[in-house]
Structures are given as structure tokens and as C-alpha cells.
């Protein structure tokens, strides 16, 4: 049975706390050199700034005008590379993003097969962000044609589109985590013997991942709208920090369970 299965893949996930802490292992080596490689950008292009001699007139709000002034010019003439030291710092952060995911979550499967983990990720992205793209053109194009002054007048045509567009990047994001598990399990057997079954296990971790990944925002949304001074506003980013790492420990946690759920099927169709 479904739930038989579901609670022995938590209570393996439990056992399996190594696995968890691996993978915010490599969520946090990520952030934080996404994070320092940010900076390094930001305090280049700041001595940069800061290497442009200016006299002092002795008036705060001149020195702020001129200050303004002088940062404005400085956008000008450096808009594009700051624009290609970003997209350049992005760009490396998603290499290693697939990178470190792939090395440290191919030690869910024994032996750990790191260049299939690689692969199917890389796919799965190329995927989603190719249908994204194409649902979006066809049903939002009409906004890359019109003045934004004129969107809101264009949503109540648009609205069921921009519905359907949802749905099925929705539906087809669900049926790649269905493959992208089964394929990185070694369990893609399961799609003839056990199809339903896998669906239904799949879709109950990843809906009650996203109602409470969901809850939390709606919460974070919430409390940032209802900001009243900048003390609120340092409780609520440390509120939203704690949220994020409570996600990513959630998320963690349940992608073992899945791994471990999908493992006693696997050998259950194994002994038949």
C-alpha cells in the first residue's frame, strides 16, 4: 500500500539525517560563494567609483547633488560592464549550482552516479525553461507589443490565458520530477509496474512541499506589506531568512524521503 510505503521511506529518511545535512551542505557552499563573488563585483566597481575626485563645498546638500550626480555619470559610462560582471558572476553560479547538486545528491544512489545526477538536471532545466519561454510568447506576446501604461487594460483578455499557461508548465513541471526521480533512482521500471502508485507518492510529497513552501511566502508577503518602521523591517528579513532555511531543510528532508520511498518499491518489484 501507498501509505505503507510513505512511512517507511520517513522513517529511512530519519535514519538518513547524513544525507540531509550533505544536502544543505552544498546549498550553503553555494550561497555563500554566490553571495562573495557579488561583493567582489560590487566593491570593485565601488573603489572604482569612490577613485573619482571630488572637492568637498562645505553644504551637505550640495555634496548629495553632486554625489548623485557623479554616481549617475558613473552608470553611464560602466552600465555595461557592471551588466557583464553580473550576468558573468549568474552565469558561474548555475555551473556550480549543477555541479554541487549533482555530486553531493548523486550519493542518494549506491554506487553515486554523478554524470546521470548532472545530466537529467541540466535536461530537466533546458526543458522547463524552453516551454516557459514558448507558453509565455504565445500567451503574454501581446504584452511585448503594447506600452505597459496599457497592460491593465489587456488582463482581463489575457487572464485565462496566463491560467492555462500556469497549468501546464505546472503539469509538465511535475511530470520531469517524475522522470528526473526515477531516472536518478534507477528505478525507471516503475513507470510500467507502478505507475499510479509512483504518482501518487511523488505528488503527495511534492503538494504538501508546495502548500507549505506557499504558506510561508503568503506569510512573508504579509508581513513585508505591513511593515510601520525599519525595525519591522530587519524583524520580517530575519522572519524571511528563517523561513528560507526551514524551506530548504523541508525540501531536503522530503527529496530523501522520496529517494527511500522509491528504493522499497523498486525492491519490492525486485523480489516479484
Known amino acids: 500500500m501507498l501509505g ?87 552565469f ?30 541540466v535536461l530537466k532545466c533546458l526543458v522547463i525553461t524552453n516551454a516557459a519561454v514558448a507558453v509565455t510568447t504565445i500567451s503574454l506576446g501581446r504584452y511585448l507589443i503594447t506600452p505597459p501604461s496599457q497592460w491593465p487594460q489587456l488582463w482581463p483578455e489575457t487572464r485565462g490565458a496566463a491560467i492555462a499557461a500556469l497549468v501546464t508548465l505546472a503539469a509538465l513541471g511535475f511530470l520531469l520530477t517524475i522522470l528526473d526521480t526515477l531516472i536518478r533512482s534507477d528505478a525507471i521500471e516503475l513507470l510500467g509496474t507502478d505507475l499510479f502508485r509512483v504518482i501518487g507518492l511523488i505528488g503527495i510529497l511534492v503538494l504538501f512541499e508546495a502548500m507549505i513552501s506557499g504558506s510561508c511566502a503568503v506569510m512573508i508577503g504579509v508581513g513585508f506589506l505591513s511593515i510601520a518602521g525599519w525595525k519591522n523591517a530587519l524583524m520580517m528579513l530575519g522572519t524571511a531568512a528563517v523561513m528560507i532555511v526551514f524551506i530548504n531543510v523541508l525540501h531536503s528532508y522530503l527529496l530523501v524521503v522520496r529517494f527511500s520511498a522509491l528504493g522499497i518499491m523498486r525492491q519490492n518489484v525486485g523480489e516479484i
Not at 62 to 69: D, R, S
Not at 73 to 84: L, Y
Request: glycine residues 8%.
Open 4 to 90: 505503507d510505503v510513505l512511512r517507511e521511506g520517513f522513517r529511512l529518511a530519519l535514519r538518513g539525517r547524513r544525507f540531509i545535512f550533505l544536502d544543505l551542505l552544498w546549498k550553503a557552499i553555494w550561497f555563500v560563494f554566490t553571495v562573495g563573488a557579488l561583493l567582489l563585483v560590487a566593491a570593485w566597481f565601488f573603489s572604482e567609483l569612490r577613485s573619482i575626485g571630488w572637492g568637498d563645498t562645505g553644504n551637505r546638500a550640495v555634496n548629495g547633488a553632486v554625489g548623485f550626480a557623479l554616481m549617475r555619470q558613473f552608470w553611464a559610462v560602466h552600465r555595461t560592464q557592471i551588466f557583464g560582471a553580473v550576468a558573468t558572476v549568474l
Open 92 to 121: 558561474l553560479s548555475l555551473i556550480i549550482w549543477f555541479l554541487l547538486e549533482a555530486a553531493f545528491r548523486a550519493r542518494l544512489h549506491s554506487p553515486p552516479r554523478i554524470r546521470i545526477f548532472l545530466l537529467s538536471n
